[in-house]
């Protein structure tokens, strides 16, 4: 067994991990190089519970994305991740506004608030990201990526709802050894990445360095600045030293600094529909009263006339220290970080060329520290376990501003009031200083019981305490001065001053049992069951105000935590001979007080705030294929069924079409979750040709990579207008593979040009415009890859 396969055992993160031969397909030679040792039956090798299993026999819904997949079908971050795994959605219309959902459930849609936590958690080397804008960030060095379905908290030191990704990079090596990439396409699309690890002092200290580039040129074009916007820059920088101090300790410390700074995250025209407004506060009249016609009507043309600058520069650093005590019968693991967030920047949040809306920005500074210590037996007996202690802590100050400009009194209070009061909120402009203190802590364990060869009863506990103190603090200035109390009552319902100071705290104890029966050596059946919660929290993005339309409603300032409970059966099988496996997963989730976005206007401005649903659910099934029908040839295909509803939901906010008028809320009792497709499919194939070339063996190889996702909706309530129609993507790449560790392929993504939206948006003032995000047309390129 090689080193780094030991210290991927040894280090192996807090999730429980499982790989299908056909995820590491894609690349299959680079991949045994890169995989911990199998053994000569080709089995995959994980430490799902804190010890070496095959992951067959791994009794939960969890996929691995290797190293060699990732890099393979250009998986570089979270979001192309997503065509690979078809249970996992992300949505991101910027680093600070950004979800990642499992199975439809995770993190409110469409809003971003300071003060409440998201349901799925991202891991790095062991390390929870309090931030989500690191999931936006390209991957560094990675060795796999672990997306784990259904709630997770009896072995992680973070309580998550809906699921985790965990993601471990490579680890210090005591062989010498680099590695390199660099791939150029269209778009003037240029990436490079390297890596290099060495002894520093033999069998004892060990160093790794990693760096990772990439630059593309924006898929649209601002025709105001004469500029392509949504292109890609983004820089990383990891560094590792491994310490092998004693036989049984080592120690490992990381740190790492990323950046991303594009003119990005542009969302153009894609059509205007009617709302409840007077026709005079339709889109169209507006527009014509502006002398104002969009770049383009057909949002495929991929043009914009942002009037605003757009600056997104989204900086994430942070260091850890990751200790392991082998002491015989069990191992005690250690896991210190720190990590800090810098988010800069920039929005045009009328998407038109008007002056409407000039600044929305909200600049944001992070810090968190945690601290997890666990201790997990060793080798396979009658009663294994794992049990830890967590501590997080974390702060955020973020500097909110939002100013109107002269064509915010037409297109906001409308013609006839504006002409009435001409010039009043032009310059209006709001301040906000909002703060945030978190801390929380859990104790939690889970052990198994093996009653049999092939019965086993897995029980776990954790019990939670959180406390999260938080202010909100919005200083209106600008617009007309001396002005009536009743054009300050119209000023107050675009920008008015708010100030509150909120509380929450709350312990929680949950719990999950797995019982699992090998049926025979190649199949494993389970069952789970798990009631789980998303920690309560704090309101931090403004209140709805009571009737006099100042005083701030302060019982809506913090949110009750999710109550979930958590069905599953699984059957995992492996084919004759080890050619392949199908596994199966049917859930259902069900949340009491689910938080979502509520909407208040009874003060003449929708005021989008945090609050409970009463109740939603989450239902369906998953079923992944690998097959090798011969040692050339590879297929996979993963599918999901995900029913993912709103249970009930009394007093939902309007949908756009509705918005403006006289109704307040709607019931969207039965209407399904945003974000989340019915059917979603991912699917792959690979076929090599054995062909020495320049006295080397190695592979001519072609593949193909594809996902479908059906219809699904882009608004908090369910709406009509709102709906993205379903697509698919098929990406192909051929090339020659060494044995050595040498690829040099050509590459298409997208290779139909399909046209789709990653979302949709409703823009401000009930006009009825309708704004997106195309997804990337066809790219190309080629890519060359070596190791040394």
Known sequence: MTLRALLLLSLSSPALAMATTAETAAADAAAAADAADTGDSGEIIVTARRRAENVQDVPLAISVVGGPQIEATGSFNIARLTQLQPSVQFISSNPRNTAINIRGIGAP?????????????????????????????????????EILRGPQGTIYGKN?????????????????????????????????????SAPIVADKLAVRLSASFTQRDGTLFNTVTGRRVNEIDNLGFRGQVFWQATDNLDLT?????????PEGFAQNYVKAVATARATNRQFANLAALSNYAPASTNPFDRLVDNDSPLTARNTIFGASLLANWDLGPATIT???????????????????????????????????????????????????????????????????????????????????????????????????????KNDSFAVFGK???????????????????????????????????????????????????????????????????????????????????????????????GLPTRADGVTPALETATVKPEDVTHYEFGVKSQFPGNTGSLNL???????TDFQTTVVNNTVGVIRGYLANVPKVRSQGFELDLAVRPSENFNVYANFAYTD?????????????????????????SGGRLPGVSEYALSYGAEYRIPAPLFGRDGNFYASVDGSFRSEFSSSPTPSAVLNIEGYDIANFRAGYRTDGGWDIFGWVRNAFDTQYFDFLTAAPGSTGLIVGQPGDPRTYGVTLRGRF
């Open 644 to 668: 993912a509803k709103y249970v009930s939901f009394p007093g939902a906010p309007v949908p756009v079409e509705l918005s403006g008028g006289s109704v307040q809320f709607v019931d969207a």
């Open 447 to 541: 052990i198994t019981w093996n009653i049999t060869d092939r019965l086993s009863f897995a029980p776990g506990l954790r019990v939670n305490y959180d406390k999260k103190v938080g202010s909100y603090d919005a200083v209106v200035t600008g617009g007309r001065t001396n002005i009536t109390p009743a054009q300050q009552t119209i000023k107050n319902g675009v920008l008015q001053n708010q100030r509150y100071d909120a509380r929450f705290s709350e312990w929680n104890v949950s719990g999950d049992a797995t019982l699992s029966f090998k049926a025979s050596d190649k199949v494993l059946v389970y069952a789970t069951y798990a009631r789980s919660f998303k920690s309560g929290g704090i309101n931090l993005s």
């Open 160 to 196: 998550t709802t809906a699921g985790a990704l965990n993601i471990t990079t490579r680890r210090p090596s005591f062989t010498l050894e680099a590695r390199g990439e660099v791939t150029y396409g269209n778009l003037d699309f240029l990436q490079a990445k390297v890596s290099a």
């Open 585 to 591: 997963a049917v859930f259902r989730t069900e949340i």
């Open 253 to 261: 410390f990381s740190g790492d600094w990323n950046r991303q700074d």
């Open 109 to 145: 849609f469409g809003l971003t608030n300071d003060g409440i936590e998201q349901g799925v958690g991202l891991y790095i080397d062991q390390v929870y990201y309090g931030r989500i804008a690191a999931a936006t960030l390209d991957f560094v060095d990675v060795e796999q990526v």
């Open 334 to 436: 250690s896991v210190s970080s720190w990590r800090g967030w810098d988010w800069v920047p920039s929005n045009d949040r009328d998407f038109t060329g008007l002056s409407i809306t000039p600044v929305s920005a909200n600049p944001s500074q992070q810090e968190q520290v945690s601290q997890e210590v666990r201790i997990a037996s060793n080798g396979d007996h009658r009663f294994n376990y794992v049990a830890g202690v967590f501590y997080f802590h974390q702060t955020i100050n973020t500097q909110g501003v939002q100013q109107q400009g002269p064509f915010a009194g037409l297109w906001l209070l409308g013609p006839t009031v504006n002409a009435a009061n001409p010039g009043l909120i032009d310059g209006l402009r709001s301040d906000n200083d909002i703060r945030y």
